[in-house]
């Protein structure tokens, strides 16, 4: 999978997969105006990173820009993604799953770099509006293990 653009004719598990792919690629592609097209303006989020308080849509995308901005040799997986719909007409989907991903964080004033790696669990709600899958809540929190 290495482009994330269209969700059309996918069933909708497939479509939230895909939707949730299409979410962490923006960090390889540096399409940050992507981020605005995978998030619904009702979007919540909690980060692994600072800032740790709620964020709203606004906030979130431009801390998701500046981040994806910053780190260079960007990569990422998902493992143990489990998603499950939570409605009978299948417009809500719960979809848990452990994200690992790593880069190199780039000071753009001194440009020198701090590699990162992190293990992080995930949990995010995704809704269907007019039949197109938008995230509208995500939580990451750093795992031990």
């Given at each position: 999978m290495n482009n994330y653009n269209n969700d059309k004719g996918l069933d909708d598990i497939k479509a939230v997969e895909y939707l949730i792919h299409r979410a962490f690629y923006i960090g390889k592609s540096k399409d940050l105006s992507a981020i605005r097209e995978v998030y619904h303006s009702m979007l919540t989020k909690f980060s692994d990173i600072p800032p740790y308080h709620r964020m709203d849509y606004e906030e979130a995308c431009l801390h998701e820009e500046m981040f994806f901005a910053n780190v260079s040799d960007y990569d990422y997986s998902i493992e143990d993604l489990r998603i499950t719909m939570l409605d009978e007409s299948s417009s809500i989907a719960l979809a848990t799953f452990i994200l690992e991903y790593k880069g190199v964080v780039i000071d753009g004033y001194s440009f020198t770099g701090q590699a990162i790696k992190s293990r992080?669990?995930?949990?995010?709600?995704?809704?269907?509006?007019?039949?197109?899958?938008?995230?509208?809540?995500?939580?990451?929190?750093?795992?031990?293990?």
């Open positions: 992080v669990r995930c949990s995010i709600i995704c809704k269907k509006f007019d039949g197109r899958w938008y995230i509208v809540h995500e939580h990451l929190s750093n795992s031990s293990v």
